[in-house]
């Protein structure tokens, strides 16, 4: 790790993104968890998008989030298991992952920081249809806690 | 075009014969041409495990110094490591199913490309 990459792992996310800075895509971007400016967690990296600059060269386009980014680095049967599940059980937005623009990533530390728009992270389709379609029906789930 | 279709994917060298895998991908800031203050996260290249079953110890990113015995341990995992940097690759197939690998065809072969042992002085300079 080379010397700018130690301060930034230290610096808890505040940003950070500066020319020349280098990251392995194991060990500091994916599976790392994302939050948003106050601090609250957003998503896990399960993926990257990449897209071609005009020397052909790929860079990175956005975070992806939930089974369907996760199901292709996982390989093999249970790869194909978790994106089958993901397909039956996909709400919303056509089944395919979640996405954070990377131009809204403002830290990359022991946490990636993204700048949200309040509201505007629809991460967690399949958790919001839980809360309201199956939790929120539940006998006592008005008086629950959290 | 994703990062998963890269990590794992098989690297073949012209003639087509396999020489490992994508063990890691590193990735450097760059300012956006025609932008001041605006980066870009860019593919530098990649970690090239011929080893079948290895990530390297997950130090594929920085050499270990110390401890003595985990950085016997990381040298030994990547001892015939590669460095391929992205001008290196000359193709990339994308994974044809979930769950299959992508491959990687590099423009030279594999003997050519430097250890990673000997470029990972030079990222910690």
Redesign the interface.
């Known amino acids: 790790?080379?010397p700018q990459e130690d301060t930034g792992a230290r610096d808890g996310g505040a940003s950070n993104?500066?020319?020349?800075?280098?990251?392995?895509?194991?060990?500091?971007?994916?599976d790392r968890q994302v939050v948003d400016r106050e601090g609250r967690p957003v998503c896990k990296v399960d993926?990257?998008?990449?897209?071609?600059?005009?020397h052909g060269?790929?860079?990175?386009t956005a975070l992806?989030a939930g089974p369907a980014?996760l199901?292709?680095?996982?390989?093999?049967?249970?790869?194909?298991w978790l994106?089958a599940v993901q397909r039956r059980m996909s709400v919303g937005g056509g089944g395919g992952p979640a996405r954070i623009d990377?131009?809204r990533v403002t830290g990359i530390g022991p946490v990636l920081t993204v700048d949200l728009p309040e509201g505007a992270a629809g991460v967690h389709a399949l958790e919001d249809w839980m809360r309201d379609e199956i939790v929120a029906r539940l006998p006592g789930a008005g008086r629950a806690s959290g | 075009m994703r990062l998963a279709d890269l990590i794992g994917a098989r690297v073949v060298d012209p003639a087509g014969r396999e020489v490992g895998h994508v063990s890691d991908v590193r990735l450097v800031e760059e300012r956006v041409p025609g932008e001041d203050a605006a980066t870009r996260l860019r593919v530098d290249g990649l970690v090239v495990a011929v080893r079948r079953r290895s990530r390297l110890l997950a130090y594929d990113h920085r050499p270990v110094r110390a401890p003595l015995p985990l950085a016997f341990l990381a040298r030994r995992a990547a001892a015939r490591a590669r460095w391929a940097p992205w001008h290196t690759v000359a193709g990339h197939l994308p994974p044809a199913a979930v769950g299959e690998r992508g491959t990687v065809r590099l423009d030279r072969a594999a003997a050519d490309l430097p250890l990673l042992g000997d470029v990972h002085e030079r990222w910690t300079r």
Do not use: I, K, Q, T
Request: aromatic residues 10%.
């Open positions: 790790m080379n993104r500066r020319p020349g800075r280098a990251y392995s895509a194991h060990f500091h971007l994916l993926d990257l998008e990449l897209a071609h600059d005009e060269r790929p860079y990175v992806l980014a199901a292709p680095r996982l390989g093999g049967l249970s790869a194909r994106a990377f131009g």
